[in-house]
């Protein structure tokens, strides 16, 4: 993703303690035939093993620290993928890599929901350094964890995912994407945004959403706004943004930035992906504390889910 925008995208300006009206009036506009919108899909259905683009380079081990709930970080593990054999985790397994389902351990699949730290100087702060992860005052590194996860994609393949979260919200990510997983719930791709890291946090995120990227962390401030975004603090996911676009009705009619999602402001058409109140992911979220973007009022975020971190 390394092009230059010539229109400055809109991505997801969820944000705690300002007007969504603010940023709406500030910051919308519809696309009326522009030219770098409708990239999605950019890559085609991967096989088992095939690695789908944007994936980053496997993870050395030794640099990261393993899950302790029985996940195992030998390299041998890399080399069942497949073959007949269960894997035993997903480490060494590259984000993207597509899994035949037999060799899921469905009567244990805790093992396949891994986290690890992340510490400066090793890969993972290397990869995010400078990029979704900003030198600040507020949100330290040691404050949110990496995490790999197994998800169904949109071809009913099992796909390895990626996300950096918050630490103390970690275990509530793991546990919605377990139950969405065992449910079979579809998400397209789950890549850190550094993966299209194009100079900035909120064209990067525009760029992800153009490829219907499913992310959580970036560290960057609503868009209008000196408050940050809840990604600012890994306490907010977008899910497949494309079918769950961020939307305002702030001036009578619904406004949108991504061509991608011309299909799916309509609410109501049924399609698949589509976020709603009957929705199994909406469902999940919210049992887990979450508050759903979609119920914001005259902006609505559809694919925006946040815990916010409680205030006395
Ligand atoms: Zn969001």
Known sequence: MGGVRR??????????????????ASAFFVFAGSAWGAAYPSTGPASAGQVRTHAPAPLPTGAIRPYAKGGVTDAGNKALVGSQAKLKSLSGIAPGTVIDAAQIDFEDVDKYFMWWDIEEGDNLFSRINGKSYQKNDVVPVSSLKYLKLPHYNFDGQIQVGELVVGADVKDDFLNIFKELFLAQYQ????????????GNGTDTD???????????????????????????????????PQQNPYVSYANGTPQWSHENANGYIDRDTGLPHVITTEDLAYQTFLK??????????TVRDYQHFAKPIETP
């Open 187 to 198: 998400i397209q791709s789950m890549y850190l945004v550094d993966n299209y890291w194009v």
């Open 7 to 24: 229109v400055r995208g809109l991505g997801c300006f969820c944000q705690k303690g300002a007007s969504a009206l603010a940023l709406a």
């Open 206 to 240: 525009s760029a992800s959403i153009d490829e219907n990227n499913t992310s959580a962390f970036c560290f960057r401030a609503a868009t209008a706004s000196e408050n940050l975004s809840w990604h600012a603090y890994g306490r907010a996911i977008d899910i497949n």
């Open 288 to 297: 887990y504390g979450f508050i759903w973007g979609g119920e914001l009022g």
